[in-house]
């Protein structure tokens, strides 16, 4: 039996379309990867443009990271975290995350997803909450396009409606407002601080109607990546803040995506005026060579937390590969890695030429409707431009062809789930040549299926 045959009778994968899959088999499978070229089965090589999903920052195949990972496994390949437990690499880690990261940080929670650290996170805001004597104090607002992940709890707190149907979610403490997407949420003719005003006026009035001393956290990434790379005004979030602080609500700031320098900044919640009470980082931790995440809690929140826990003993969450020594030692390595090459100001750089080259490869072309992006991540959405802007009509799947395409070219984008958009997130360790051939591939991808769309019968 080949592999392509036994991944079709026998998994189960992720994000995709079941039946389709059960039928024809995987689109590829990769056997080796070095920087940012991956290579299959077939020994064909691709451009990684979007570092696996966000998250490969130093590049594959990076050996230090091996030789980090083998050393650990070599001297203590696991122990647990249970009960106070700890191993060396998980404290460090655990000390070196709370100096670096912003905001008052206190303490610092290892899960194995970004997924179960906003669920982490979610559970230790009930839990304060009930320590406050504030028992209908639970609503979490998130938003529509945002990307939180997909357990029970955070799939309801990602707002992408693929995400919920099927699975009867969201849970009903989770609740959804506006994103700040310019191309489709913004009034004509508004300005930025107008378009920001609004949405946190809309906030605030949301609040209200559900009531204040029902809602307990709003969630947010600073750079909605999944959603589209949605960029948000510099008025927003100082914004937003001044809302969540008048009515006594945490500010979860997840940056799983942005988190180690991927905007140009070692964390984009301070570029973009957040001040999280708790936030979620995993990716990035360790450039994706280990399963890690972290939730970070503010002295704030810890302060509370750890009072009540001498209510109620030993506190009831945890994960048997939390605090991993193999996923911690990883982490320690890929930050050094990242530190010592200077790779975080390198972004700013990098990400600058792959905006301009963005830019300028699709900004005058019909069906772009806009290109946008910060640090070392682009977008690129598409829309029918010649009914007045207005989206594809869904049969088309421009922005999941326009990927495609790009793959049988060599280049390996993603078209984002909430609309006809592909992005480039590339490896930290990407080159300028690299992003030409990225950014040029796509374009002529996107030019032949701009060409297929026009000879179909109707937009």
């Given at each position: 039996m080949t592999l392509l045959e036994a991944d079709r009778q026998s998994m189960f994968h992720p994000f995709t379309a079941l039946a389709t899959h059960e039928d024809v088999g995987p689109q590829r499978i990769f056997s080796s990867g070095r920087g940012s070229t991956l290579v299959d089965i077939n020994g064909e090589q691709y451009l990684d443009a979007l570092a696996g999903l966000w998250c490969v920052n130093?590049?594959?195949?990076?050996?230090?990271?091996?030789?980090?990972?083998?050393?650990?496994?070599?001297?203590?390949?696991?122990?647990?975290?249970?009960?106070?437990?700890?191993?060396?690499?998980?404290?460090?880690?655990?000390?070196?995350?709370?100096?670096?990261?912003?905001?008052?940080?206190?303490?610092?929670?290892?899960?194995?997803?970004?997924?179960?650290?906003?669920?982490?996170?979610?559970?230790?805001?009930?839990?304060?909450?009930?320590?406050?004597?504030?028992?209908l104090k639970k609503k979490i607002i998130s938003r529509w396009r945002g990307y939180h992940g997909v357990t029970v709890l955070s799939g309801g707190l990602t707002g992408l409606t693929n995400l919920h149907t099927g699975f009867d979610l969201p849970l009903e403490q989770i609740k959804h407002v506006r994103p700040p997407h310019r191309l489709w949420e913004k009034e004509e003719g508004a300005t930025d601080r107008e378009f920001a005003q609004t949405l946190a006026q809309e906030l605030e009035d949301f609040i209200i109607a559900e009531g204040p001393d029902t809602v307990a956290a709003f969630i947010a990434e600073p750079i909605q990546a999944a959603g589209g790379v949605i960029v948000p005004p510099d008025e927003y979030f100082p914004l937003i803040q001044k809302v969540l602080e008048k009515y006594d609500i945490l500010m979860i700031a997840d940056e799983v995506v942005t988190g180690f320098g991927r905007t140009g900044e070692m964390f984009a919640s301070p570029r973009f005026g957040i001040t999280p009470d708790l936030m979620t980082v995993a990716k990035g931790i360790t450039s994706a060579y280990v399963p890690l995440s972290a939730s970070?809690?503010?002295?704030?929140?810890?302060?509370?937390?750890?009072?009540?826990?001498?209510?109620?003993?030993?506190?009831?969450?945890?994960?048997?590969?939390?605090?991993?020594?193999?996923?911690?030692?990883?982490?320690?390595?890929?930050?050094?890695?990242?530190?010592?090459?200077?790779?975080?100001?390198?972004?700013?750089?990098?990400?600058?030429?792959?905006?301009?080259?963005?830019?300028?490869?699709?900004?005058?072309?019909p069906f772009v409707a806009q290109t946008r992006g910060y640090g070392l991540l682009a977008a690129v959405e598409f829309a029918d431009t010649d009914s007045g802007l207005q989206p594809f009509n869904p049969s088309h799947k421009f922005g999941v062809r326009v990927a495609r395409r790009s793959m049988e070219k060599g280049v390996i984008t993603r078209a984002l789930p909430a609309a006809d958009t592909v992005a480039f997130s590339p490896p930290f360790v990407v080159t300028q040549e690299e992003i030409d051939v990225m950014v040029s591939t796509v374009r002529a991808a996107f030019l032949e299926v701009s060409a297929e769309i026009r000879q179909s019968p109707a937009l």
């Open positions: 130093v590049g594959y195949g990076n050996e230090q990271m091996a030789d980090a990972i083998s050393a650990q496994v070599k001297k203590l390949s696991f122990y647990h975290s249970f009960a106070g437990m700890a191993v060396e690499p998980s404290v460090e880690l655990a000390q070196r995350l709370v100096q670096m990261a912003p905001g008052n940080m206190s303490k610092v929670f290892f899960g194995n997803s970004g997924s179960d650290s906003n669920d982490t996170l979610v559970k230790i805001v009930w839990y304060y909450n009930n320590a406050l004597d504030r028992p970070l809690v503010s002295e704030k929140v810890w302060n509370v937390i750890s009072a009540e826990s001498e209510k109620h003993g030993v506190f009831g969450h945890g994960y048997t590969y939390s605090a991993h020594p193999v996923a911690t030692a990883a982490a320690l390595m890929n930050l050094d890695i990242i530190q010592e090459q200077d790779l975080v100001r390198g972004n700013k750089n990098k990400g600058e030429y792959l905006r301009t080259a963005v830019s300028q490869a699709f900004d005058d072309l």
